[in-house]
């Protein structure tokens, strides 16, 4: 596919910060280990009154150092947390608290239609076969079920019809409550114009849960180069096409590490997905070679999941109206890490192509010598 525009990047804005040496330190006490402890089984923080998400100190548990792996949560909890407030400057800090407050406000109003939504239920949400494969948690148990379409998007059944329903009915309820009262909500992203943010009106404990126990696992296994074992917040939100709604949607790459896309339904045509390969910043405009060029189609219960780096689009829905469900999983751990990596190579094609490349020229260069 030629590219006759540049990429952009469909964001939720956020804001770090880092030191240059590969080694998250805000201090020459405070650090945390390039490389997790993987014997290490973390705390739970769920019952804490945090300002960061609780899965975030679980996730940088596991890169403490030996003297603080065994030390009281109380003690771990402000070590790391020293060390998030030091890279979440005092605009994020601000920007989180007013997030917050919104949320706060919405949910203190909002009389949400199906309650049983807002807390997992794992067997009433999820297909047998999908629970199947997370419950016996290994490759050959995902493989069973998941078709890799194209390098690096993975596309299998996840969700009960009856789950779909309710939470397309709740969104339209929430929409109807929006209209009624006049209140102004935030749209899910930069590119998206209709659709909702799920976790501002209560649903980002249940969707927490689900990226941790569910996608988490997944990840783990087929993204490991993009953080997937280290996802420990998420960016939930439904999105809406049709001739009243949002039509297509531009040549992108998400601000997530692993995005999972589930459709919901209604009654639509059109509306394919399409993928052009795995970039870094650098190529993100290069063309995709053959092998990358995946157009998907949508079906209702069936979820893609690809990492966020992965370019692609939506075409136009061209009759009938379409929800979809949108998981963008985060890991800060891989965002620190990833400002010191210097090859891409392991997963741009572009890279892999001059990589190679050099290697040949060294080889033959070699010879001439």
């Not at 136009?316 to 379409?322: E, P, Q």
């Amino acid at each position: 596919m030629s590219v006759d525009a540049s990429v952009e990047r469909r964001t939720e804005p956020e804001n770090r910060n880092g030191d240059g040496n590969g080694v998250v330190a805000p201090s020459s006490t405070h650090r945390l280990r390039l490389n997790p402890n993987t014997d290490h089984e973390p705390d739970n923080y769920e019952d804490l009154q945090l300002e960061f998400s609780p899965l975030l100190f679980s996730s940088l548990e596991q890169y403490l150092p030996p003297f603080m792996l065994n030390a009281r949560r109380d003690v771990k909890v402000q070590y790391m947390r020293d060390i998030l407030l030091r890279y979440s400057n005092e605009a994020e800090r601000n920007r989180v608290q007013k997030q917050r407050e919104y949320r706060q406000k919405i949910m203190s109003r909002y009389q949400p239609l199906h309650r049983e939504l807002y807390a997992m239920n794992a067997e009433k949400f999820f297909v047998p076969s999908f629970l199947e494969a997370i419950k016996n948690n290994t490759e050959e148990g995902f493989r069973s079920i998941i078709s890799e379409s194209s390098p690096g998007v993975y596309t299998f059944e996840m969700l009960q019809p009856c789950f779909c329903e309710m939470l397309m009915t709740e969104v339209e309820n929430f929409e109807k409550w929006v209209y009624d009262t006049k209140f102004r909500i935030m749209r899910p992203n930069t590119m998206n114009k209709y659709g909702v943010v799920l976790d501002d009106f209560g649903l980002e404990t249940m969707l927490d849960k689900l990226m941790d126990s569910f996608i988490r696992p997944i990840s783990r296994v087929f993204f490991p180069d993009f953080g997937g074992s280290t996802l420990d917040s998420h960016h939930g939100f439904v999105v809406e096409y049709g001739m009243d709604r949002d039509l297509d949607l531009g040549f992108h790459v998400d601000d997530s590490e692993v995005t999972l896309n589930v459709c919901l339904g209604q009654q639509f045509s059109g509306g394919e997905l399409f993928f052009r390969g795995i970039r870094c910043d650098k190529h993100v405009n290069t063309e995709a070679r053959a092998e990358e060029i995946l157009d998907y189609y949508h079906v209702p219960g069936h979820a893609v999941l690809h990492c966020g780096r992965h370019r692609h689009g939506a075409r136009a829905t061209t009759s009938g109206h379409r929800m979809n469900l949108l998981l963008w999983c985060r890991s800060a751990v891989f965002r620190e890490l990833k400002k010191y990596q210097k090859d891409f190579s392991s997963w741009c094609a572009v890279c892999q192509h001059e990589k190679k490349e050099r290697q040949r020229v060294a080889v033959a260069t070699t010879k001439l010598v």
